[in-house]
């Protein structure tokens, strides 16, 4: 059955604020490099945001320079006006060995299980369960409040949120529907009981106007192409999308008839020598031949990069475009798409 839901955006839309904001890409795209910028943009200006990463990569702590992260949440970036960023690596079984002494003081056996290797056991013939207990991590800091005397205690409105928001770099395109749609992974495994309760009530931060899943694409064919898919499934499962993030775009230093000229093989090669010869280059027939070369492959992109944001226009979501960075983004590359995405209204 396919759940019918309005999309919302990375800003807040009718005064219900976005809080739980899921990033996903087809790999390669720089989807964990636009995570922790658009964690970046949504704690500046003296917010609070998590950053929480589930793939066990440690991609957040090479991108900010630090240590590591274990399975606790540690600050990783200040912002400007005040603002933070912390960042947790969530482990499928540190959230179990949590979840049990949070929930039936078991921790002691629940370390027995570990070492038991049960706990391994578990999760790979009920792989729905690791997700439950991975976005049951992000879901819970999204509902954590200040004050609270325990993890996954009671939501009491009196009290603020510990995070203006949460930012989870979750799984590549093609499983994020099925990642986040936790409920019907543990239908099998437990109709009633705690692990369903915590199912639903992980599904319900998940399905609420709170939570929306942004897609980090490229203009490039297979990426746009997963990207069209995944919005489709995040739909028909009822989850929100909430915006296209192109990534890697190319500054354009050419004019439009000069890519039309360098496409049909058309361009001046007298005037490229006669420039090569002007700047003191050797050999400026061999240059100029390079350059047109070099031209008409950059015309075929450009034209290629035209035809694949034509099919991102048809998707009814806000896009916004990331310039394309010097290889090995550092802590400046990332405050630069973070001013990006701020400037384009993406948060």
Not at 113 to 140: N, S, Y
Not at 161 to 190: K, S
Not at 286 to 310: F, I, K, S, T
Request: net charge neutral.
């Amino acid at each position: 059955m396919r759940h019918k839901l309005p999309e919302v955006s990375a800003r807040e839309r009718d005064g219900d604020p976005v809080r739980l904001h899921v990033v996903t890409g087809k790999g390669g795209t720089g989807k964990t490099t636009l995570a922790a910028a658009l964690a970046l943009a949504l704690a500046a200006g003296g917010g609070r945001v998590l950053l929480v990463e589930v793939e066990g990569r440690q991609g957040i702590a090479q991108l900010f320079g630090t240590p590591p992260l274990p399975y606790e949440e540690r600050p990783v970036a200040d912002t400007p006006g005040g603002g933070r960023v912390s960042a947790l690596a969530v482990d499928a079984e540190a959230a179990l060995l949590e979840y049990l002494e949070i929930f039936y003081g078991m921790r002691r056996a629940g370390q027995a299980l570990t070492r038991f290797g049960a706990v391994d056991f578990a999760t790979t013939i009920a792989p729905g369960m690791r997700d439950v207990l991975l976005t049951g991590k992000a879901t819970e800091a999204v509902r954590r409040r200040v004050g609270d005397r325990r993890r996954g205690g009671r939501d009491t409105p009196a009290a603020p949120h510990v995070y203006d928001a949460v930012v989870l770099d979750a799984p590549p395109t093609g499983r994020v529907a099925q990642f986040l749609n936790v409920n019907a992974e543990v239908a099998g495994l437990a109709r009633v009981g705690p692990i369903r309760n915590h199912a639903d009530k992980v599904m319900e931060t998940i399905r609420s106007p709170r939570t929306v899943v942004h897609f980090v694409t490229l203009l490039e064919e297979m990426p746009v192409q997963e990207t069209l898919d995944g919005v489709a499934e995040v739909r028909a499962v009822g989850l929100r999308a909430g915006s296209v993030l192109v990534n890697m775009v190319r500054a354009e230093h050419v004019a439009a008839a000069d890519l039309d000229a360098a496409a049909a093989g058309a361009l001046d090669l007298g005037a490229l020598e006669r420039g090569a010869k002007a700047a003191g280059l050797d050999r400026p027939d061999a240059v100029a031949r390079g350059l047109a070369a070099e031209m008409a492959d950059h015309a075929r992109r450009v034209r290629a990069e035209a035809e694949v944001r034509e099919r991102l226009a048809g998707i009814d979501l806000p896009r916004y475009e990331l310039p394309l960075l010097a290889p090995g983004v550092d802590r400046a590359g990332l405050d630069t798409l973070a001013g990006r995405l701020r400037a384009q209204g993406a948060v």
